[in-house]
């Protein structure tokens, strides 16, 4: 009887065994790939973790690489073309540049097959995922995670202990140099101890912008390069007359510092110009800090970018229909967006989400900081669309062979604006004529 009893029980045993297997056979597996800091891959697992319980017949599996190899092993993976290796869903920047190389898979059908609303994405962001044929005809490739457009922060102690009064909404240029010159520390040797402002040289053309300049007459069909124009070149001189006078740091040394978290962290620097993938960074350091808006000129606009890294689909992916459910539940209120925007690192590109509780708190639930959580939505109300973000995929030549390496020489010092950037303009322009020509 007993080895009967033994025997039934094995039978058991291997049923649920074989039953189990079953089971993870029958699940669909989405590979899903993206980049991020340790503390956004954390973000990120609890976002696999919570699709994966709401839909357990689909595995996530995480491809994370860090920014510096990101792209460059995509690339290598495109280019020997085995679909199995590649992402079914991946985070990409900007995506028209890839829908061009043909490796994205279009998400307009999609959108259409399911009745997925876009009309909740902030005015403009989902330019920065689509396309248009001659016809007019609208191609959507990706979707934007987050509007990733920059506020001021800024360091309580530093400005208490300078006495210095807490920047406001309403902030000007002005404003920011007369605070500058306070909160600079130049020791007797000539070394500054503490920059008033650490902002990437990358991010210039906000200031640009501001100003009423530009970068190209249109960044999605452009025929002429506008930073030679008076306002583009007096907005460079700016940014690079605050580097010059020891106001703002480098942008080759702020790299070289571990970026702009790293310094505003450390108080070498008592502002940074950057979104919202740095709150959760700062919140958990316990740093005294809050933002505004990114200060104007007195006759300027608000340009902050309407657009962000996008989720993307694989042209190669073999389960497209399992990938499309992964992606449009992390393009969701009570999906990804919900989580991210619980995280404090991003302002969600959905403009409920962002205008919810879950960013914005309430006097019964308090947001973490930063407190004036309103910034970012000033900010996303005047977001330009178009303006600083290019549409078109000939963009990274034309900005890494005749842009980049010029404003690199102002932001080190080596070159004068005025009498750079006509010249980068000639070649720029060169450059239209012969694409619009082809």
Not at 227 to 240: G, H, K, N, R, T
Not at 397 to 409: A, D, F, K, L, T
Request: glycine share 8%; hydrophobic share 45%.
């Amino acid at each position: 009887m007993q080895h009967k009893l033994v025997r039934v029980l094995m039978v058991v045993v291997l049923l649920a065994m074989f039953s189990s297997l079953a089971a993870a056979q029958d699940k669909a597996v989405v590979t899903w790939g993206f980049w991020g800091s340790p503390e956004e891959a954390a973000t990120h697992t609890s976002v696999a973790e919570a699709f994966m319980e709401a839909n357990p017949d689909i595995e996530i599996e995480i491809w994370h690489q860090p920014w510096s190899d990101y792209f460059t092993s995509l690339d290598t993976l495109w280019a020997a073309g085995d679909g199995a290796l590649i992402p079914d869903v991946l985070f990409l920047s900007p995506p028209i540049r890839y829908a061009a190389r043909g490796v994205l898979e279009e998400l307009t059908p999609y959108i259409e097959a399911n009745d997925y609303d876009i009309s909740d994405f902030w005015p403009g962001l989902l330019e920065y995922g689509t396309t248009y044929d001659e016809d007019g005809t609208r191609r959507i490739w990706g979707f934007p995670r987050d509007i990733g457009l920059e506020v001021l922060y800024y360091n309580r102690e530093i400005f208490d202990e300078v006495g210095v009064a807490y920047p406001t909404d309403d902030w000007t240029w002005d404003d920011l140099l007369a605070a500058a010159e306070q909160l600079t520390v130049v020791e007797s040797t000539g070394r500054v101890s503490r920059y008033a402002l650490g902002m990437e040289g990358g991010k210039f053309a906000l200031f640009v912008l501001q100003n009423n300049g530009g970068l190209l007459d249109d960044m999605r069909n452009p025929t002429q390069c506008l930073l030679d124009s008076p306002e583009s070149i007096a907005a460079v001189e700016f940014f690079a007359g605050m580097m010059d006078n020891n106001h703002a740091m480098r942008s080759a040394n702020l790299g070289q510092a571990g970026g702009d978290a790293a310094v505003f962290q450390s108080g070498q620097v008592a502002m940074i110009i950057q979104n919202a993938s740095r709150v959760s960074a700062f919140n958990a350091a316990g740093m005294n800090y809050d933002v505004v808006p990114v200060p104007i000129p007195a006759d300027g606009q608000r340009a902050a970018a309407a657009g962000g890294a996008a989720w993307t689909m694989s042209a190669l992916s073999d389960d497209k229909e399992s990938a499309w459910t992964f992606l449009s539940w992390l393009q969701s209120t009570d999906g990804g967006q919900g989580i991210y925007t619980a995280s404090g690192e991003i302002l969600p590109a959905l403009e409920s989400t962002a205008l919810s509780e879950a960013f914005l708190g309430s006097e019964e639930n308090p947001a973490d900081p930063p407190d004036n959580r309103m910034a970012f939505i000033i900010e996303g109300r005047n977001a330009k669309p178009g303006g600083r973000i290019a549409y078109f995929p000939e963009w990274g030549e034309i900005n890494g062979n005749y842009i980049r390496p010029v404003m690199n020489q102002i932001w080190a010092g080596e070159a004068v604006p005025a009498e750079v950037l006509p010249g980068v303009c000639d070649d720029v322009d060169a450059y239209l004529a012969d694409m619009n020509a082809g």
